[in-house]
């Protein structure tokens, strides 16, 4: 049959609320992360970056928490705004050897902030 | 703030002919990138390219690909024969060294 595309989570809160998107990698050498917002019709924009020597990093009302034995990611965004909806893709990258920044994104979460 | 910067916004073109799609990356990146988003899915790596020359490509950029850096600040991708499936989002993207990747607003092609 003919593929129409992945189904994406989605995650719908009220403005004000604290918001908690979720990022499974499968690459145990991937050594950098970042979560992007896209928004319709535009590019992927950066959010955050954090890299595999740490397991959390604070941004402006982003927080990014990474747990490598299970190789999970998570962006924490606190006081969600309704600006803030939008997809968000987490996306890492195995520095090194012969990668030279290729980045490999995630299926993306849909954010729907009501107000 | 320097940004990535794509035309046109939206190319449409018949199968089979030849499209160019043109990114002037942010003035101090070395590193320059192509990626492709298929309506409704993730963003995919096409190519890398560094010091003149493609440093990795994905199993996506086949014959029908080239990328080129034609001057001191426009960076292009070349598809030769579009197929309907090469209808997409294209994004370039660069970075300086560092490993952030800039992306900019993307191109929309639509193969009929």
């Known amino acids: 049959g003919e593929s129409v595309g992945l189904h994406l989570p989605t995650l719908s809160v009220q403005e004000g609320d604290n918001s908690i998107i979720n990022c499974a990698y499968s690459?145990?050498?991937?050594?950098?992360f970042i979560w992007y917002k896209q928004e319709s019709g535009k590019g992927p924009q950066f959010i955050i970056d954090?890299?595999?020597?740490?397991d959390k990093r604070q941004g402006q009302r982003v927080t990014v928490l990474l747990n490598k034995t299970v190789k999970h990611l998570s962006l924490q965004i606190a006081a969600t705004q309704p600006g803030d909806s939008a997809v968000y893709f987490c996306a890492e990258n195995r520095a090194g050897g012969t990668s030279y920044g290729k980045l490999t994104f995630g299926q993306g979460t849909i954010l729907t902030v009501h107000p | 703030e320097p940004e990535v910067t794509q035309t046109p916004s939206h190319q449409v073109t018949q199968m089979g002919q030849e499209v160019i799609l043109r990114c002037v990356p942010i003035s101090n990146h070395l590193y320059f990138y192509w990626y492709r988003q298929i309506l409704g899915q993730k963003v995919e790596f096409l190519v890398s390219f560094y010091n003149n020359e493609i440093s990795e490509k994905s199993e996506i950029f086949d014959d029908q690909f080239s990328v080129e850096r034609p001057d001191g600040s426009n960076f292009t991708l070349k598809i030769r024969s579009t197929k309907l499936e090469d209808s997409a989002m294209y994004f370039c993207?660069?970075?300086?060294?560092?490993?952030?990747?800039?992306f900019g607003p993307g191109t929309r092609l639509t193969v009929l």
């Open positions: 993207a660069s970075k300086e060294g560092t490993d952030t990747q800039y």
């Open positions: 690459n145990s050498a991937s050594d950098y």
């Open positions: 954090i890299r595999s020597n740490m």
